[in-house]
């Protein structure tokens, strides 16, 4: 046997050719894993749904595996969200920004008026609906689990397929011998998904300045201002919200949790504070991670939120209750600067 660790085991939703596969490509090149570099490169290995992605992982099967979180589009990923709310824990370790193009694809020698049904990923059917209504207007649609999949469906050594036409990537068409009847079919120019790398419970990778932390609060007993009261963990903090999005738990009509990314990692004080606070005020909180933003925008620290002034403010509570002066560092702590309490 030879030494060295062993390559990774990453789990997507497949076939290849899906927006999941480009997104494990993209992430296994910022890891180093994708055979460019000298560390091992790892196994990609398909899965049927996000589900039997999560499970794998779970299980011990995978390493870890790429989900789709969010699109720009059609909001959160409900499969990815409730996945990552239920079942053992799993945290993210890192996010991945995929441009979402879709091109009609048929077996050569289909014509546009030979389509009667079209198949896709439930995402891509939306993303597509207006196109499909304008250009396809008496086409069925039948759900595939992925637009890689609906494209696999058409290849010509597949057997005879229920639907004519499949909404996928131009790199799917190509893969599985497809004819592309048309390009760029989105509703929207520019739409983006954002994936995310989901691993076995570890610690969250250093903080970098661009961070990201994603929570799921559940809800509280329900009372006038819940919601806000929610929110004011973060804004009293100086914490961005970059979602929120709320998820039913499934044990009882009404009963809601909230899937949460905000700005900054959980080394950040700030960020820490705001999860404390969350953790007194929700019936049960559940850190999904923390892990650097795929765009790198930094955070704004807004002022009187930054680690020191927590600290400052801590070191002054100390003294108080030690009966000692507060330190003079911070602006605050001086008998001078307050002539109240
Ligand atoms: O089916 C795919 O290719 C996926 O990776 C899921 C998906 C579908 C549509 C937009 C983004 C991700």
Redesign the pocket.
């Known amino acids: 046997m030879t030494g060295g660790p062993r390559p990774r085991r990453y789990g997507y939703?497949g076939p290849e050719g899906?927006?999941?596969d480009a997104a494990l490509g993209l992430a296994l090149a910022a890891r180093g894993e994708d055979g460019a570099t000298g560390a091992p490169t790892a196994e990609r290995v398909p899965a049927a749904s996000v589900d039997a992605a999560l499970a794998a992982v779970r299980a011990g099967g995978l390493d870890a595996a790429v989900v789709?979180m969010e699109?720009s589009v059609e909001g959160g990923v409900p499969a990815t969200l409730d996945g990552l709310a239920g079942g053992d824990p799993l945290v993210v370790v890192a996010e991945v920004l995929v441009p979402?193009s879709f091109v009609l694809a048929v077996r050569p020698g289909t014509r546009r008026e030979d389509v009667r049904v079209v198949s896709t990923?439930s995402?891509?059917q939306a993303q597509c609906r207006g196109w499909l209504a304008e250009h396809l207007p008496d086409a069925g649609y039948t759900p595939s689990t992925?637009?890689?999949a609906a494209a696999a469906g058409l290849a010509p050594d597949a057997p005879a397929p229920s639907y004519e036409a499949a909404l996928c990537?131009r790199v799917a068409a190509e893969r599985y011998g497809l004819e592309v009847l048309a390009e760029d079919v989105g509703d929207t120019a520019g739409a983006v998904?954002r994936f995310v790398v989901v691993s076995r419970p570890t610690p969250p990778p250093p903080r970098t300045g661009a961070d990201r932390t994603t929570v799921i609060a559940f809800q509280p007993a329900d009372h006038p201002g819940m919601l806000l009261g929610l929110l004011e963990e973060f804004s009293s903090r100086g914490v961005n919200l970059t979602r929120i999005e709320s998820r039913p738990t499934g044990d009882a009509l009404g009963r809601y949790c909230f899937a949460i990314d905000a700005e900054g990692h959980v080394e950040d004080a700030r960020v820490a504070e705001a999860l404390l606070g969350l953790h007194r005020v929700c019936a049960q909180v559940r850190f999904l991670g923390s892990y650097p933003r795929a765009d790198a925008v930094p955070v704004v620290v807004r002022p009187g939120t930054a680690d020191d002034d927590f600290a400052a403010a801590r070191g002054w509570l100390d003294a108080v209750r030690a009966g000692r002066p507060p330190a003079g560092s911070h602006a605050g702590d001086g008998p001078v600067a307050r002539t109240t309490s």
């Open positions: 939703l899906t927006f999941t789709p699109n979402v990923h995402h891509a992925s637009t890689a990537a998904t």
